[in-house]
Antibody, heavy 119, light 107 residues
Framework: QVQLQESGPGLVKPSETLSLTCTVS????????WSWIRQPAGKGLEWIGR???????DYSPSLRGRVTMSVDTSKNQVSLNLTSVTAADTAVYYC?????????????WGQGTLVTVSS | DIQMTQSPSSLSASVGDRVTITCRAS??????LNWYQQKPGRVPKLLIY???TLPSGVPSRFSGRTSGTDFTLIISSLQPEDFATYYC?????????FGQGTKLEIK
């Protein structure tokens, strides 16, 4: 059973870069497509993007230009970088497997990590 | 972007009630519709995929229906553990968008 665990700084200063890592256990990171989804406190879910090994990344237009996703197969990890952050980027960030069998859905989800943007 | 609109935004119900939550897509998305359940302080959990398919382990009191661009999540007999926020999500086109959520509370 695939398990996902996000990690990274819980506090990032405005204008700096948010960097998160998702460690995948139970399967190879190169076997699937991975997404990041975020959720500001008390609000809804926002898809950030998806990436798979050897593939072309697909990012949300609202974040394109600031977001980069990558996969490290040697560590079985997925990474997220978000540059020039503002308070609006404060949220819980989830690493999620994007399951695609023609139809697609997000499952499973990591536990999430809270990132606060503040000076 | 495809807009997903859920109704109602919040709902009060009692244990044993039949509950219906609706999600409307701004364009045709076929059956590319998923539902997630998020309990307070917890991680979202896949509840239904492809509009009506239940993952293993999801109780059969949950069901999903489709009528054109309208999708319905039905809980046939509400249980205490069902009080949560429910989100729909379209997987038809990137960017993959979610509804704003429906908070189901105890009456």
């Amino acid at each position: 059973q695939v398990q996902l665990q996000e990690s990274g700084p819980g506090l990032v200063k405005p204008s700096e870069t948010l960097s998160l890592t998702c460690t995948v256990s139970g399967d190879s990171v190169s076997s699937y497509t991975w997404s990041w989804i975020r959720q500001p406190a008390g609000k809804g879910l926002e898809w950030i993007g998806r990436f798979y090994t050897g593939g072309r990344p697909d990012y949300s237009p609202s974040l394109r230009g600031r977001v980069t996703m990558s996969v490290d197969t040697s560590k079985n990890q997925v990474s997220l970088n978000l540059t020039s952050v503002t308070a609006a980027d404060t949220a819980v960030y989830y690493c999620v497997r994007y399951t695609d069998y023609g139809y697609n859905w997000f499952d499973p989800w990591g536990q999430g990590t809270l990132v606060t943007v503040s000076s | 972007d495809i807009q997903m609109t859920q109704s109602p935004s919040s709902l009060s119900a009692s244990v044993g009630d039949r509950v219906t939550i609706t999600c409307r897509a701004s364009q045709n998305i076929g059956s590319y519709l998923n539902w997630y359940q998020q309990k307070p302080g917890r991680v979202p959990k896949l509840l239904i995929y492809t509009a009506s398919t239940l993952p293993s382990g999801v109780p059969s009191r949950f069901s999903g229906r489709t009528s054109g661009t309208d999708f319905t999540l039905i809980i046939s007999s509400l249980q205490p553990e069902d009080f949560a926020t429910y989100y729909c999500q379209q997987g038809y086109n990137s960017p993959y968008t979610f509804g704003q959520g429906t908070k189901l509370e105890i009456k």
